[in-house]
């Protein structure tokens, strides 16, 4: 890259970090200490951690996290985040806070959302204007603030890139820009599962369209470079995947109920968060988790003017496929296209939220509005202007990125504080001979997670395996152990416990009634299984600790 592109793209990379930081403020106020509350800050946490101590001590075992005991390959329950933790894995290794390694991470994903979506705007259109305009919408939509608490959902930073490449591979013919495409594709799926696999479904839609309307005699050329596309990323995704179909093997795909549960309807698009500024009462008490899908007024009527002013360009006309075939998708069960992947292409199977296509649907609507944008420009304001004219065009540029700040603001964020060191009781278990942990109460299977999760990440204090875990799965083993266990301490629920091989039993007095907590401690105090080993504050309140025999 040129000296010049790569100043333009730190310069953009520095204001994506100023507006990131100003969208989600108080966030950077609080880096160190707060994140959204969500028990899935808490799962976040735990995969870094996971990650970096596996790659340190067992790489062998990076898949098989210490919790859901004795499951194996625990990590593929949900989304390993592999290319997210192999970049925090550093930080974690050098000491610095997990809270604050999170946030960084979460915030790069946004921001480097935003520059990548820039650089590909302003490739397309030649405006640097209209690639900011590209870049706000694709950062700060409400799609983004729906799913603030989904590390792996912020990070869909390599999807413009796979563009930019693929319109290189297009202009040059070049095999190298098509191996590329497909290292850029593996980075995508291995951020995030569900965005890699939508960007290989919609990449090659465009692809193939692009491919027809180029045709000449270089239509052979470029159809080579995109099969060696297909052959990279296949070659880079294929042993992360088997470990995903060998769990999928065991525990089965996602029941059709659920993935209807997280399908969008049209009604989606027009429902902001309810924390949106100008839009959320309106919004409030409409959609439902997933299904709050607004991408703004502004970008659909840059889009549409953009179409309506200039000839749309092959790349432009594409796009409006793409953003056809991703509003489609997203529908999911409602939709044409989406149950025959489910039922007949096995990975679409594991997949819970189609809904989560409406951040294509924004990616091409945010390329479209870059073209109108650029058409404005250059309808109302020519380059060979005069410099007053010039200025009104920095004038244009600015009130719509001003617009668009207006129309996605939803500060302040609401943060809580979220433990950077162990408690007490960690602290103590972290000391203690290896051994299996089983944490109480565990909560009903129809009321999961209960503090699954916060057990799950204080569990990177000690590293004891865990009977206890929180996924995007959860095991059937797990289900019926909790279920086994709503009777605990009876003699049922012990030999439940014993069976699994559980050394160490946790019981969080703050998870019972006052009345259970008295039953629960005389009961186990007359069972010669339990030997009492004391009792430690646990960051909540009391817990007593005890060795099953």
């Not at 192999?86 to 921001?111: E, F, Q, S, Y």
């Not at 369209?209 to 596309?229: D, K, N, P």
């Not at 540029?397 to 433990?419: D, S």
Request: glycine share 8%.
């Amino acid at each position: 890259m040129a000296p010049g592109r790569v100043a333009r793209q730190l310069a953009a990379i520095a204001l994506f970090t100023l507006l990131t930081a100003i969208m989600t403020w108080p966030q950077v106020k609080n880096l160190g200490t707060e994140a959204s509350d969500h028990q899935d800050v808490y799962f976040n946490m735990w995969r870094f951690e996971w990650i970096a101590h596996a790659i340190a001590t067992a790489p062998g075992r990076v898949l098989d996290g210490n919790i859901f005991y004795p499951e194996r390959r625990t990590l593929t329950f949900s989304d390993a985040m592999p290319v997210e933790s192999a970049m925090a894995a550093p930080l974690l290794w050098a000491g610095v806070r997990p809270v604050l390694v999170h946030n960084l991470m979460l915030l790069a994903g946004i921001v480097l959302s935003g520059a990548g979506m820039f650089a590909l705007a302003r490739r397309l259109t030649g405006s640097t204007a209209a690639g900011l305009t590209a870049g706000i919408v694709f950062a700060f939509a409400p799609y983004r603030f729906e799913h603030y608490m989904h590390m792996e959902l912020q990070w869909i930073v390599w999807t413009p890139w796979a563009f930019w490449a693929l319109h290189r591979m297009f202009e040059t013919g070049s095999r190298r820009s098509g191996a590329l495409v497909g290292l850029l594709v593996a980075l995508q799926f291995m951020s995030s599962i569900y965005y890699g696999v939508f960007l290989a479904t919609l990449l090659g839609l465009v692809a193939v369209l692009l491919l027809i309307t180029h045709g000449g005699e270089s239509f052979r050329q470029r159809a080579v470079a995109l099969a060696i596309t297909g052959s990279v990323c296949f070659a880079f995704v294929l042993p992360y995947g088997l470990q995903y179909a060998i769990t999928k093997r065991n525990i089965g795909g996602r029941p059709e109920e659920q993935v209807v549960m997280f399908s969008a309807k049209p009604s989606s698009y027009a429902v902001a968060t309810p924390t949106s500024l100008l839009y959320g009462e309106r919004s409030r008490g409409r959609g439902r988790a997933e299904r709050r899908l607004f991408p703004g007024l502004l970008p659909v009527l840059l889009a549409v003017t953009g179409l309506l002013l200039r000839r749309p360009s092959r790349e432009a006309i594409a796009y409006v496929a793409g953003l056809v075939a991703a509003f489609e998708l997203s529908l999911g069960m409602y939709g044409f296209s989406y149950p025959p992947l489910y039922r007949h292409v096995p990975i679409f199977e594991g997949l819970r939220a189609p809904a989560r296509l409406g951040v294509y649907v924004l990616f091409f609507l945010a390329l479209l509005a870059a073209y109108g944008h650029a058409a404005l420009e250059q309808s109302l304001l020519p380059q060979e202007s005069s410099g007053s004219k010039r200025r009104l065009r920095g004038l244009l540029g600015g009130a719509i990125c001003a617009i668009l700040i207006l129309e996605y603001w939803v500060a302040p964020l609401r943060l809580v504080a979220y433990p950077n060191t162990a408690p007490p009781l960690h602290a103590w278990l972290a000391r203690q001979p290896r051994g299996v942990v089983a944490e109480l109460p565990l909560a009903p299977s129809h009321l999961l997670p209960g503090d699954d999760p916060r057990y799950e990440y204080l569990s990177t204090f000690h590293w004891m395996p865990s009977i206890n875990g929180y996924s995007g799965y959860y095991p059937p083993s797990y289900l019926e152990r909790v279920h086994r266990l709503q009777t605990f301490p009876d003699p049922a629920a012990t030999r439940v416990l014993q069976r699994a091989g559980v050394q160490y039993v946790v019981v969080h007095l703050s998870g019972y009634s006052a009345a259970e907590v008295g039953t629960i401690l005389y009961t186990l105090a007359a069972n010669h299984a339990y030997t009492q080993l004391g009792r430690f504050d646990d960051g909540q309140g009391p817990a007593a600790v005890y060795r099953l025999h």
